[in-house]
DNA sequence: GTCTATAAATCGATAGAC
DNA sequence: GTCTATCGATTTATAGAC
């Protein structure tokens, strides 16, 4: 009998995705047990026993437990890069930082692990993605930097820096996901609810426009 | 010879002095390797190479890993809840929240990795602290959204949900610290500056007190 | 109280049958 | 492409001499 013999009985596109399948998986187990332990504290048979797969099944798509991390936040950040599209079609800063707000708290609450193993790589020094934000992170923060300093000199919203701004923003809205364990204790051990959600996202809002001067 | 012959020739409170001593070595080391490495990154070797000693002498101070990372939580939670003394004195939100934002601004710059041990802990679901959770910081919080409302009653300021307000100033000012990684990278790889560190804080006190009404 | 050596457990990674 | 068994390295913790 051929080893081989299931490459000829099963077609090339049916294995893609196969592969595809088991990839997406394998990622998503590999969010969770990232953000909830940690990269040191996350074991590959975890992760594997929450994809629902041999441990060596995991060794197969991903070389290396850095390998897969690395997929883990580089898929984490493309979700970031992404949400600032408001930004650049805004005709002001109300619907500007506004709708930036409403998306990054969207995420917040979408993406909760990706966050917080996105900050907990940025917080051990970025031993990962330390490439991504000295090339691309800068150009982004530059491009919105530039656009928040246009409102301000034609006397849109108050002169106020934009590169604390954009760290304000950040925090704010990552600190729903990040510290969500937190803000779900203070809350009597319940997540936050859709109207919660709604008057988190609103205050922040409304101190942000109020504090840039544009309401 | 006496194996206890050094507990004869060493005096009870020079060995108490010794026993104080090594113990803030070590918690010092064991804050900054937790800090960079994670808990489950960091190792008692690390930790003790750190601390210029061998690694069974960790062992001997402290009982376990576990035991010296939570000694180091909970010195961090401490330093938090003294933050808010200006809270409590001040006669209205600009004296009192304004205080507190330049308060915890000043510890994000002194005790980054303290701030980065408790960022962590709270992120993996605060399984070490989470009774004080449920007991002090609710209390804690409770008090200071009291104090909050007031000011709204009385007219000081805008009516703004006080507990997102806390949110927010925790966000924003812990920021620096957690993520200060990713700011120093942004500012060209130089850590902030005096005059960088005054910006971000007269920025940050200007939004939020400008947002909550009160200039 | 200090330090070396090591026991006991765990983890990342791989070999090799299927 | 799947899975069991296992190797080799690392880690927490301790034993025991000094």
Request: proline share 5%; net charge neutral; hydrophobic share 40%.
């Amino acid at each position: 009998m051929n080893p081989n013999a299931q490459v000829s009985r099963i077609s090339k596109g049916k294995r893609t995705e196969i592969r595809r399948e088991n990839e997406r998986v394998i990622l998503d187990a590999a969010e969770k047990v990232f953000a909830e332990a940690g990269y040191g504290g996350a074991t590959m048979q975890l992760i594997a026993d929450m994809a629902g797969l041999p441990k060596a099944n995991l060794h197969y798509y991903f070389p290396t437990k850095e390998a897969l991390y690395r997929q883990v936040v580089r898929n984490i950040f493309e979700i970031w890069l992404h949400a600032a599209d408001t930004f650049d079609e805004a005709p002001g800063p109300v619907e500007g930082i506004g709708g930036y707000i409403e998306a990054k708290m969207a995420i917040s609450r979408r993406h909760p692990f990706g966050s917080k193993v996105w900050a907990s790589e940025v917080m051990h020094g970025a031993p990962v993605i330390q490439d991504y934000l000295e090339t691309t992170l800068r150009e982004w923060t530059a491009g919105r930097m530039a656009v928040i300093q246009r409102w301000v000199d034609e006397g849109k919203m108050a002169p106020v820096d934009p590169r604390h701004l954009l760290y304000m923003l950040w925090a704010m809205t990552q600190h729903y996901a990040d510290f969500g364990h937190q803000i779900e204790t203070l809350n009597g051990g319940r997540p936050l609810s859709d109207a919660q959600w709604r008057e988190a996202t609103e205050t922040v809002k409304a101190v942000i426009l109020r504090g840039i001067g544009v309401v």
